[in-house]
């Protein structure tokens, strides 16, 4: 498998004009985005993982195989991001989103152990009224127990169905490879 970074968009003029299908990766920030793009691509530095997070306010492109892109929006719901960096964040998210016609569907990624945040519902809601199709992964699954996982899990549930995951195992990166290669053959 082949995985490279094409670019850094921060507007849509930037976007990439190939046509190729895109999937994309949205969350909070410090949800563990970065790191399970690098575990699906097996790339570690593919992605930058960091603990600082709200810091990256540009959507970053993958290509894949050259046969489409993983797409990296920036990370939500960091408090300490000034008003306007949110506005603009906000702006730049919903003109891809809106707009992208070769976005094939989405990948929400919540952390295993806070499940939904207001804000994660509020994206969920904003996708199925915008009919997007979107999968759940619950991510940083390693770091609960067994009844924690079925607990967080099952809070997770309440709303959809989640594709547990965890970067530093790799639980769930078949299942997640899984959705994306069907989803393209449709
Ligand atoms: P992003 O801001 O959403 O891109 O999050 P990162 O991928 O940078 O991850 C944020 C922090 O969580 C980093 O310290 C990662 O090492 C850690 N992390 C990410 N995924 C996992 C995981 O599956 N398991 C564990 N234990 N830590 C993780």
């Known amino acids: 498998m082949t995985a490279e970074f094409i670019k850094s968009a921060s507007s849509p003029e930037q976007f990439p004009a190939d046509g190729l299908p895109e999937v994309a990766f949205l969350g909070r920030s410090n949800v563990g985005k970065s790191s399970l793009i690098n575990a699906l691509t097996g790339k ?4 930058f993982t960091s603990n600082t997070p709200g810091r990256t306010q540009a959507i970053n492109f993958y290509r894949i195989d050259g046969a489409r892109y993983f797409v990296d929006l920036p990370g939500y719901g960091y408090a300490q991001v000034p008003v306007e960096a949110k506005n ?7 003109k891809y989103l809106q707009e992208r016609k070769t976005l094939r569907f989405s990948f929400l990624i919540l952390d295993a152990r806070r499940g939904w945040m207001a804000k994660d519902l509020e994206l969920k809601q904003w996708l199925e009224a915008n009919q997007h199709s979107y999968i759940v992964v619950a991510s940083k699954i390693d770091k609960l127990n067994q009844a924690e996982q079925q607990r967080g899990l099952r ?7 989640p594709l547990p995951f965890s970067a530093r195992n790799g639980r769930g990166v078949r299942e997640i490879w899984q959705a994306i290669t069907k989803t393209h053959q449709q």
Do not use: D, S
């Not at 809070?155 to 169905?161: D, K, L, P, S």
């Open 44 to 47: 570690r530095g593919l992605a």
């Open 88 to 94: 603009a964040w906000a702006t730049l998210i919903e």
């Open 155 to 161: 809070a997770i549930r309440q709303h959809a169905e």
